[in-house]
């Protein structure tokens, strides 16, 4: 194997893309190995067990709490704000919810249809990890929560309002 110092430089030429790069080599190092970089098969695996018996118990990122999104609020996503929503930009489905009854409820009345979509939750308002602990124990093994604060996300997608579920087909209320 040989290492190398590459950067990208434009071309442009009728039969290229605009903004297309292609890599340059700007350096060569005489055919260095890069294997005293790459991680052993013996340590990768022992780092990977080290890894899953830190996290072994925890369902969520507890780093993250305390969480507010003081732009959402709970309500029901109006038609003008599901019409405005990017659906291409979804790439898995996904939920938001809060730790609120609302949100507590729509997730025990949809779980089963969350986990059949492999639908990943973010809850976007919860202060404290006992709550966490209880929307997780609503929401059931199959179904991936983690606290996120929701202000950026909902200006991309023009949301104001949850909990609701979004795909590439839409939203659900």
């Known amino acids: 194997m040989s290492s190398a110092t590459v950067a990208s430089s434009p071309k442009a030429s009728p039969e290229t ?14 055919g260095q190995s890069t294997q005293p970089f790459l991680p052993q098969k013996a340590d990768f695996r022992a780092q990977l067990q080290k890894l899953q018996q830190e996290r072994k118990g925890r369902r969520f990122m507890t780093s993250h709490i305390p969480v507010s999104s003081p732009s959402l609020s709970i309500g029901r996503v109006t038609d003008e704000e599901a019409r405005n929503v990017p659906y291409h930009m979804v790439s898995r489905a996904m939920f938001l919810i809060g730790y609120d009854p609302v949100s507590m409820s729509w997730l025990k009345e949809n779980r089963q249809f969350l986990a059949s979509k492999s639908a990943v939750g973010f809850v976007v308002n919860v202060q404290t990890i006992p709550q966490m602990n209880e929307l997780q124990s609503i929401a059931g093994e199959g179904i991936t929560l983690q606290p996120m604060p929701g202000d950026r996300f909902a200006e991309h997608m023009n949301i104001k309002h949850y909990p609701f579920y979004l795909d590439r087909d839409g939203v659900m209320r």
Not at 21 to 27: A, R
């Open 17 to 30: 893309l605009t903004g297309v790069h292609e890599l340059e080599v700007i350096g060569d190092f005489g």
